[in-house]
């Protein structure tokens, strides 16, 4: 069974900066996309950031000019850099993959990140 492993949350101050892993307990083949998202409490989760291949990239609007997703096609990781944090980033961020080889996509278990204004 396939796990997704994040690390890297944490509480910090409005204009700080944080940076999330996300690493796959083995090889995942086929990965089409890998993500983050996020979702703050009482609210729908959404799409904060998507990569497909190693620079295809998609952002939230939101988070445009803040944020970068990164990914390790060898090591199957994600990493998302948040600089400029605001309190509106407060929320569990997941990690997700999908595989089109597989046809499955899989889901972190979520890490807390909390900004203080």
């Known amino acids: 069974q396939v796990r997704l492993v994040e690390s890297g949350g944490g509480l910090v101050q409005a204009g700080g900066s944080l940076r999330l892993s996300c690493a796959a307990s083995?090889?995942?083949?086929?990965?089409?996309?890998m993500a983050w998202h996020r979702q703050a409490q009482g609210q729908q989760r959404e799409l904060v950031a998507s990569?497909?291949?190693?620079?295809?990239?998609n952002y939230a609007d939101s988070v445009k000019g803040r944020f970068t997703i990164s990914r390790d096609n060898a090591k199957n990781t994600v990493d998302l850099q948040m600089n400029s944090l605001k309190s509106e980033d407060t929320g569990v961020y997941y990690c997700?993959?999908?595989?089109?080889?597989?046809?499955?996509?899989?889901w972190g278990q979520g890490t807390q990140v909390t900004v203080s204004s």
């Open positions: 083995e090889r995942i083949p086929g990965i089409h996309m």
């Open positions: 990569i497909r291949g190693s620079d295809d990239t």
């Open positions: 997700y993959v999908y595989s089109w080889q597989r046809g499955t996509q899989y």
